[in-house]
């Protein structure tokens, strides 16, 4: 039945073509715009050709019949064709498409209707009708579905073009980045290149390209390094975006470094947590590092060394770019070099083709050249002169501009410029030792030599290399110049073209520098015959002014002078010697100075023997000797010292002798040491009674006392227990200076008389928190002193310990046996061999300055120090102690050093 009305739809559509057809493309027409050119929405416009729409209905149409009768496939070709019914590009408009169906179904519906109606008016019908209609929903349902389905597939392949698009944009966008950026560095680079390509100098290259790794990888700072020419270190050469460090020089020991392991390793290094506690002044914290070796065909010279953003330094791009512009810059640096290269080979070939030229000109300029020299060797005595135009009378006739003539100083042993072409002041400062650099390979050898390339000579000393204009390549001769067998220098020429010197250029400066040599020597021995004769001539005035200033200063001097020769015979005396003597000069002068002392101080005289003085000047420590003592005449007081009178060179001359009247000063002293003698002796009864009526009353033997007076009273005893102190020091200093002191000697335990001054100064001890130690060793011996004596020296050493150490400090007193040789050397003189007990006293005070040690044993003087104040006393203490240990038969020294202590030390006889 479906067969049958599916034949019957065929049928009627082809029946009814003719109605339908038309009207169904009439509809397209209404539906699709009936104007040829169709306004697009995007403001474009499809031209559409006349037939066109009629001939897709159509097609459609037939599309349909063959559906109807089970064949599907040209209705869904003919659906793929709709889209040519479109108005404007882009356009795709689903709803009128199925509005072109819908028309054909209501076309379709009422021809069936009308049909249907025309037959009923016939002759009664059957179902079929209804059975069309059907066929003909389900052919337009169909159709429509079929129309759907292929919108939905197109709407699902335009969304993934769409996606792809989208990609596609995104990835051309980033393209279009990477583009932009690759673009900027090859640019970059070309104007890199085209700047390297303009110069050959080397600053101007550095300046380039740091500046260009800085522009496209910024932000950075860029270092170059370059292999020092001795290839032992790196050299930062230039820095870019920040200054330059202090630090400009890394070893190539210090493999650690980021920029060393760059060159050994000859790869890139990239370092981003670099610690900054561990790299040089090149480092800048809290940045990566990107180092890149400079290689070239000759090597790695160096290394470029960029520090800045991570992310930049880390892009493959940027380093790439990096990598080319390091590239460019070792191409510069060989392209520099075969530059430097080419222009030798052109020199060498222009000098070839004028070398025989030269070659004639040279051999028949040789003669005139020597004859002029020997004219201006004869004409003048100027070594100067001399030497500056045969230099320049050399170096024009064999066509060089740089030449010098370096001459031997006899003092250093060294070869000074003399004479520089081009150059008349600011000579003198280039210098060579003999043997060292060709010239001084020259001067040792006496032989001439031609170097054809200095750099290849392995005599040949380089420049220094912040001389620019110091020659550093081409060729040299150097010839000699000797007079009389002796060598008194060499004589340079030098060219920038290697090989320039040929052997006629040696023949004619080796001629010519005999000539030279006899014209500088002979000026050599006239300006040192000149200078002798000024010399003299300045020394005979200097003599004569200091003869007449010594005979004025030694005849107004107040102190009597005698001078004699090493024979001792008088040479000169003063008016003061005249007058202290009561003897007229003319007398004095012709003594011999040993009689005179013998008839002055008679038995006396072993004490200042003139002869033992002539006779051994210098004492054990080679230090001129000195003698003295005193004598009387009439009432009057004669100091008389006697000492050598040694030259320069250390040698003896004879002896001088100063007396002086010191009368008046022994008169001072006796009445000084009466007075204070009188003095202590009368303040010493009054201050007895004073401590013994203080003592009475602080016993209560007059009566209670209440605490105050107590405390006073005590103070009045303390203070008058230390002026009684006071005066029994200089009592005791008096005695000394009197020789009044009488002294008990006896054997005497050192641990004993310790033990009773430590028992003393424990309470001060204690109250200062001090930490004594005591080092007494077994089987120590005896000692001979005065008991009395020896507690008060150790008193007073061991007190002022403790005064002049801090609180919570230590003191330390030690013991042990020595013999006279442990004494120092200025302390030993007059101390007699034997055996000794040495006693030192180390503290943690305050130290006594170097300036101040001398002074420490005069009366009342004291160092100024931290403690001066807390510690009080007068300053009698060491002045004390000296004179009495020196009476004992002994000798003290101290050693001190500031906030770090002393250590007063001294000895004692040994029983």
Known sequence: ???????????????????????????????????????????????????????????????????????????????????????????????????????????????????????????????????????????????????????????????????????????????????????????????????????????????????????????????????????????????????????????????????????????????????????????????????????????????????????????????????????????????????????????????????????????????????????????????????????????????????SIMLLDRETDQLVDRAVLGKSDNVGYVRFSLGQGIVGWVAHHRKPLIVDDVTADPRWTPPPIDDPLAKRQGSMIAVPLIAHHEVLGVLVLSHEQPAYFREEHLRLLDASAKQIAIGIHNAQVYQHAEQQYFHRYEMQQRQEQAVSQSTAILQSLSDGVIVCDQSGSVLTANLAAEKILERPIEELVTWNLEDLLRRLLGRRVDELSLNDLLRNPWDDQHRPRTLSTTFQIGPRTINITLDPVISSKETLIGAVAVFRDRTREVESDRLKTEFIGTVSHELRTPMTSIKGFTQLLAMGGLGPLNETQKEFLGIIQSNAERMIAIINDLLDITKIETGSVELEIRPLHVAETLSTVMLDLQPKIQDRQQHLSLSIPAGLPLVRADARRFNQILFNIVSNAVKYTPRGGSITVEAREVTADAVPDEERDGLRPGRYVQIDVRDTGVGIAPEDLPRIWERFYRTENPLKVEAGGTGLGLSLVKPLIRLLGGRIWVESCINEGSVFSFVIPAV
Request: hydrophobic share 45%; proline share 3%.
């Open 1 to 403: 039945m479906q067969h049958t009305t599916s034949t019957h739809l065929t049928r009627w559509l082809n029946a009814n073509r003719t109605d339908l057809l038309p009207l169904w493309i009439a509809a397209g027409d209404d539906l699709f715009a009936a104007d040829h050119h169709a306004p697009a929405r995007n403001g474009e416009a499809i031209t559409v050709h006349p037939d066109e729409r009629k001939v897709i209905v159509t097609a459609l149409y037939d599309g349909l019949i063959a559906a109807a009768g089970g064949d599907e496939q040209p209705l869904d070709e003919c659906l793929t064709a709709l889209r040519a019914l479109r108005s404007s590009i882009g356009e795709d408009d689903l709803p009128r498409q199925i509005m072109l169906f819908q028309r054909l179904r209501s076309m379709g519906r009422r021809a069936l209707y009308r049909e249907s109606m025309e037959a009923t008016a016939r002759q009664p019908q059957d179902d079929v009708f209804y059975h069309l209609l059907d066929a003909l929903d389900d052919l337009i349902d169909y159709a429509i579905t079929r129309l759907v389905e292929r919108w939905v597939g197109a709407a699902h392949r335009v969304l993934n073009e769409l996606n792809e698009t989208r990609m596609l944009v995104e990835s051309l966008y980033r393209d279009a980045e990477v583009t932009d950026r690759t673009t900027l560095q090859v640019s970059r680079l070309n104007q890199l290149a085209r700047e390297l390509s303009s110069t050959f100098d080397r600053k101007e290259h550095l300046h380039s390209i740091s500046v260009t790794l800085a522009e496209v990888l910024a932000p950075v700072v860029v270092d170059i390094w370059l292999l020092a020419e001795d290839a032992t270190r790196l050299e930062l050469a230039w820095r870019h975006g920040a200054p330059m460090p202090d630090t400009r020089s890394i070893p190539l020991e210090a493999t650690h470094d980021p920029v060393v392991q760059t060159l050994q390793q000859r790869e890139l290094f990239l370092a981003s947590n670099l610690v900054a506690a561990d790299q040089n002044a090149w480092h800048i914290p809290d940045v990566a590092v990107l180092g890149i070796p400079l290689i070239t065909q000759s090597g790695v010279t160096g290394v470029i060394l960029c520090q800045g953003d991570e992310r930049t330094l880390a892009d493959r791009s940027q380093q790439d770019f990096a990598r080319s512009v390091v590239g460019q810059a070792a191409i510069a640096l060989e392209n520099a070099r075969l530059y430097a290269e080419v222009r030798a080979l052109n020199a060498d070939l222009e000098r070839r083709i004028a070398e025989r030229t030269r070659e004639l000109k040279i051999e028949r300029d040789t003669l005139e050249t020597l004859n002029a020299i020997a004219l201006e060797v004869s004409s003048t005595l100027d070594g100067d002169e001399i030497m500056s135009n045969s230099l320049k009378t050399l170096a024009k006739l064999i066509g060089v501009q740089h030449g």
